[in-house]
Antibody, heavy 129, light 106 residues
């Protein structure tokens, strides 16, 4: 069975850091991009960022709201992706989800992650003093 | 970033009704459009990818159409288990979601 499972959420003070993990099983992890999304309480879905597969450099893209503060990484040997969050703000409070997606090269030549077909169950991050 | 505008923000319909949700992109995204269903307390579930491709296991009463800037998600005969919030998402450039459409049973 294909599974993704987030962990590492919790209560953290503003300005501090937190690292989330996304453990996967049931598929060839190295063949897939991994995206992170979040959902603030009572709000809609927001894309946080994603990491490409190693053949595409394992490079990353981030939403403007987290760029420079969040870093996504991957360990293909352990089939795990991570989201390292620093300089946390109250507005980062949300349920964080990881999801897998296929690499797609768009007509414009961008290397993106297409549909997120399998998601983890989410982990709650609360930023508060 | 590309803005995605969904309509309506919520709707109430009876079992068996045909329901249509629309999603408009602020610029041409081709068919780089997905639809997700999210039930309370659960992760989103992919229903349709690339505007019109039904995911395996998703009931055939769900369908998607559109290209460029205008897209629709249709539920041909609403069922009680379809109560959820539905989101469109473009993934062609820095993914963004619509604000969601909450579907309830009348």
């Amino acid at each position: 069975e294909v599974q993704l499972m987030e962990s590492g959420g919790g209560l953290v003070q503003p300005g501090r850091s937190l690292r989330l993990s996304c453990a996967t099983s049931g598929f060839t992890f190295g063949d897939y991009a991994v995206s992170w999304f979040r959902q603030a309480p009572g709000k809609g879905l927001e894309w946080v960022g994603f990491i490409r597969t190693k053949p595409y450099g394992g490079t990353t893209e981030y939403a403007a709201s987290v760029k420079g503060r969040f870093i996504i990484s991957r360990d293909d040997n352990r089939s795990i992706a991570s989201l390292h969050m620093s300089s946390l703000k109250s507005e980062d409070t949300a349920v964080y989800y990881c999801a897998r997606g296929r690499i797609r090269i768009t007509l414009a030549g961008a290397v993106v992650a297409d549909a997120s077909d399998i998601w983890g169950q989410g982990t709650v991050v609360t930023v508060s003093s | 970033d590309i803005q995605m505008t969904q309509s309506p923000s919520s709707l109430s319909a009876s079992v068996g009704d045909r329901v249509i949700i629309t999603c408009q992109a602020s610029q041409d995204i081709g068919d780089y459009l997905n639809w997700y269903q999210q039930k309370p307390g659960k992760a989103p579930k992919l229903l349709i990818n690339d505007a019109s491709n039904l995911e395996t296991g998703v009931p055939s009463r769900f369908s998607g159409s559109g290209y460029g800037t205008y897209f629709t998600l249709t539920i041909s005969s609403l069922q009680a288990e379809d109560t959820a919030t539905y989101y469109c998402q473009q993934y062609g450039n820095r993914p963004t979601f619509g604000q969601g459409t909450k579907v309830e049973i009348k």
